[in-house]
């Protein structure tokens, strides 16, 4: 599969670029980038890569398969559109849409087109994340009952401001998926925000979610950038044991200290020891080895789902049910009451 990579800024540059250059079976056939500092950055760290000013230009070329989105979300809808249009298959970074609605709306595109069309929830390939879902696959710790997933960073810088912005839209986008993801469909939410006033306007910079799940198990997420913590750790309570673990977020530490999973296929993505959870059952309390991170298996699995013609990684029917629960969140918080989903279904 032959992709090119739309935007190069730190979703590009860190959390794109370096799996599709791991995946089997995909090869980066280009770079949208247009400010001067960005193809300088291109050139250098990518030398000999194709550079396009434009996605029309990329498409124009026609040496995609696929085209990556990861452009700054305002920008997302048109750019999904115009590779779509253009018969080219694509992955939508997260948020994918700025609501359910006009996720919506994509989904209708794409299956009018007959384009496949996937989105970026990576996170989904956390070493932590693959690790409880191995574990709740096996039954390790019964009939889940709750989960509880916190994701703090330190990290002040990177917090998207404005309307268009807030944690709950990026980093809840992923935490969110996740839960879905291992706990079920949700039927409703309740939500609170921690607000604050930044030049480009108010915004939320954390967030406390409690989902409600069809199976009657629920999830209790949590997550800051302001608050000067650093913490991931994961907690499933079950009817037979609990699981508990702390992890370092290994691959986005591992890209930000310049190491590239190419490099190091069998190596990438492992925790130290000291980050491996706990399993608790009657029959005691064990340490669980990780299983290995992996970002690069989503763009292999993108390459199949085109090949075969199977549904991508992560669905965009999956990621509209990410939206719905941002959305309700939002009207939660706001409103200061549970929302049920089907307010947002029906909306």
């Known amino acids: 599969m032959r992709i090119g990579v739309v935007g190069y800024g730190t979703g590009g540059r860190h959390f794109h670029v370096p799996f599709i250059q791991a995946a089997r079976g995909v090869t980066l056939a280009g770079v949208v980038a247009r400010a001067p500092a960005t193809v300088a950055a291109v050139r250098a760290d990518l030398p000999g890569t194709a550079v396009f000013s434009s ?24 750019l999904v559109r115009e590779a779509l249009a253009a018969g080219v298959a694509v992955i939508a970074d997260k ?35 693959r690790t409880l879902r191995r574990l709740m696959d096996a039954g390790a710790a019964g009939t889940p ?10 990290d002040p810088a990177t917090l ?4 268009t912005g807030g944690l709950l839209r990026d980093l809840g986008a992923h935490v969110v998926d996740q839960a879905l993801w291992l706990m079920g469909p949700a039927v409703s939410v309740d939500a609170q925000l921690d607000m604050v006033d930044l030049p480009e306007g108010r915004t939320d ?17 949590a997550a800051s ?17 609990s699981y508990v673990a702390q992890s370092s ?5 591992a890209i930000f200290a310049g190491a590239r999973p190419a490099d190091d296929p069998a190596g990438w993505g492992r925790e130290p020891e000291t980050c491996w959870g706990t399993l608790s059952t009657a029959d005691g309390r064990i340490r669980v080895p990780s299983e290995a991170g992996a970002y690069h298996a989503y763009y292999e699995g993108f390459a199949a789902a085109l090949r075969d013609g199977t549904p991508p990684p992560v669905t965009t029917d999956e990621a509209i049910a990410t939206l719905a629960v941002l959305d309700a969140a939002r009207i939660s918080a706001t409103e200061r009451r549970r929302v049920a989903l089907t307010e947002i279904e029906e909306a």
Not at 109 to 127: K, S
Not at 205 to 221: K, P, V
């Open 160 to 163: 998207e401001a404005g309307p």
């Open 55 to 78: 996605l029309t230009e990329m498409l124009a070329a026609g040496t995609c398969d696929a085209v990556t989105i990861t452009t700054p979300p305002q920008t997302r809808d048109a």
């Open 145 to 154: 009952w709750r989960l509880h997933s916190r994701m703090d960073f330190d």
């Open 249 to 253: 977020d290994v691959q986005a530490q």
């Open 95 to 129: 948020p994918f849409a700025p609501s359910a609605a006009a996720g919506r709306s994509l989904a209708a595109a794409a299956a009018e087109a007959g384009v496949l069309l996937g989105v970026y929830h990576n996170r989904r390939w956390d070493a932590d994340i």
């Open 205 to 221: 910079a954390g967030f406390t979610l409690t989902i409600l799940h069809a199976s009657g198990a629920h999830s209790h997420i």
């Open 225 to 241: 950038k302001l608050n000067r913590l650093h913490c991931r750790e994961l907690r499933l309570y079950g009817a037979a044991g």
